[in-house]
């Protein structure tokens, strides 16, 4: 059981690339989530998903889109990467249901630099 | 969501019970308190949630106190794999998408 996958682990981009970030669930979870953590600080919530086909921005979207073709699959894009996003982003998943007080489970993260 | 307060670092002895104190004093009535660690950059690891009672798992027990204002988070036998930095989050029941972590206890376990 692999639970939450993220792919690549580790990225070094340039400034002005772009690049997509895959995280893939095999639980059946609804909902999705992306964050971004930077150094000593707590997450903080990108963009999440209630299910196939839905997106919605969380506390700090600006520089990022998402998509979620497939259940099982979110993916996170920089479509011109800056210095700022330089972070470790981690993916996230919890079970169905909008009332569910179910915990989140999380991927391992994509440790991603920009210079 | 209520904000929680967490103290920076403790530091429990190997075999020792751990206790990690969280405060929520604006905690309302459908908010649930959550447990997190993570282990050196590791993704978070869920460990423990609970409402208005005392829950206890493999893992941990959940304290709340009757006023729901503050909660413990109690590792019955602290190793040194314990070491992590652990997170008290408060989220409302209808607010799925806001989980909010702030900047966590790091908890050092001493051999």
């Known amino acids: 059981n692999a639970g939450v996958t993220q792919t690549p682990k580790f990225r070094v981009l340039k400034t002005g690339q772009s690049m997509t970030l895959l995280c893939a669930q095999d639980m059946n979870h609804e909902y999705m989530y992306w964050y971004r953590q930077d150094p000593g600080m707590g997450l903080r919530l990108i963009h999440y998903?209630?299910?196939?086909?839905?997106?919605a921005k969380g506390e700090v979207p600006d520089g990022y889109n998402v998509s979620r073709l497939k259940k099982q699959n979110f993916l996170l894009g920089l479509e011109s990467a800056a210095p700022s996003q330089t972070s470790v982003y981690f993916c996230?998943?919890?079970?169905?249901?909008?009332?569910?007080?179910?915990?989140?489970?999380f991927g391992d993260g994509t440790r991603l630099s920009i210079l | 969501d209520a904000k929680t307060t967490q103290p920076p670092s403790m530091d429990c002895a190997e075999g020792r019970a751990a206790n990690l104190p969280c405060n929520h004093s604006?905690?309302?009535?459908?908010?649930?308190v959550y447990w997190y660690r993570q282990i050196h950059s590791q993704g978070p690891q869920y460990i423990i949630h609970?409402?208005?009672n005392n829950e206890t798992n493999e893992m941990a027990s959940l304290i709340i106190t009757e006023d729901r204002k503050s909660s413990t988070l109690i590792l019955p036998h602290a190793t040194l794999r314990d070491t992590a930095v652990y997170y008290c989050i408060v989220r409302y029941l209808y607010n799925f998408n806001k989980f909010y972590f702030g900047s966590g206890t790091k908890l050092n376990v001493k051999p």
């Open positions: 604006t905690i309302s009535g459908n908010e649930y």
């Open positions: 998903s209630v299910g196939e086909g839905t997106t």
């Open positions: 996230a998943s919890s079970p169905p249901g909008p009332h569910s007080n179910q915990p989140q489970h």
């Open positions: 609970g409402l208005k």
